[in-house]
């Protein structure tokens, strides 16, 4: 089975821009996880999405949303970037609702100026 | 609330040496605990997990980890270090948040470097 994949790798945006990043999770996976990784705070829980819904949702302002579409991918969203949004975003997918283990993709690069 | 933490940022061994990287967990129910690796510019990748079937754990490429409850520990080790065990270690708890949602709570890290 391939893995999860996110696109793009690398991104670089100025500050006030938006970005959309997209996450395709594992071959029959509908839980899709995001979570923000920086050097300072490590990693952080955006929000997690299941079968189209949000499940659950972190401590970020609402300036960050996801969604996710039929075929379980799924898409980040920050609008009116800041520096301090600067990060690599990484994506987990899962198989159901249980404590299943999450598998993480690439992650995305996102370099704000 | 869970939560995990991993003791000393950074560690160093030399090739060939014992590697041994703590964490200790905090849980008001059994927990389910993650050690996961990540490698430069890459996602995480994960090592082994604790599900309550067995105390010591066996993962990929020779770590194991034991979960001992009466310390709240799940400290991972490898008997040898590989030049290719540099890398960043997370450990990681399975928390329940409610309406069918599972989150992993990580510890901060620690940075592995490996002495040839």
């Known amino acids: 089975k391939a893995g999860v994949t996110q696109t793009p790798r690398y991104l670089i945006k100025t500050r006030g821009q938006q970005v959309t990043l997209s996450c395709s999770p594992i071959s029959g996976h509908r839980s899709v996880s995001w979570y923000q990784q920086t050097p300072g705070q490590g990693l952080q829980f955006l929000f997690e999405y299941f079968s189209e819904t949000q499940r659950n949702k972190g401590n970020f302002p609402g300036r960050f949303s996801g969604r996710q579409f039929s075929n379980s991918r799924s898409e980040m969203n920050v609008s009116t970037l800041e520096l301090g949004d600067s990060a690599l975003y990484l994506c987990a997918s899962r198989a159901g609702q249980r404590a299943d283990t999450q598998y993480f993709g690439p992650g995305t690069r996102l370099t704000v100026l | 609330a869970q939560s995990v933490t991993q003791l000393g940022s950074h560690v160093s061994v030399s090739e060939g040496a014992l590697v041994l990287l703590r964490c200790n967990y905090s849980s008001s129910v059994p927990p389910y605990l993650f050690w996961y690796v990540q490698y430069p510019n890459q996602g995480l990748q994960l090592l082994l997990k604790?599900?309550?079937?067995?105390?010591l754990v066996k993962g990929i490429n020779g770590f194991e980890a034991e979960f001992k409850k009466s310390e709240t520990s799940f400290h991972l080790t490898k008997p040898s270090a590989h030049m290719s065990d540099a890398a960043e270690y997370f450990c990681?708890?399975?928390?329940?948040?409610?309406?069918?949602?599972?989150?992993?709570?990580f510890g901060k890290g620690t940075k592995l470097s490996v002495i040839p």
């Open positions: 604790y599900t309550s079937a067995a105390t």
């Open positions: 990681a708890v399975i928390a329940y948040s409610g309406a069918g949602s599972y989150q992993l709570t």
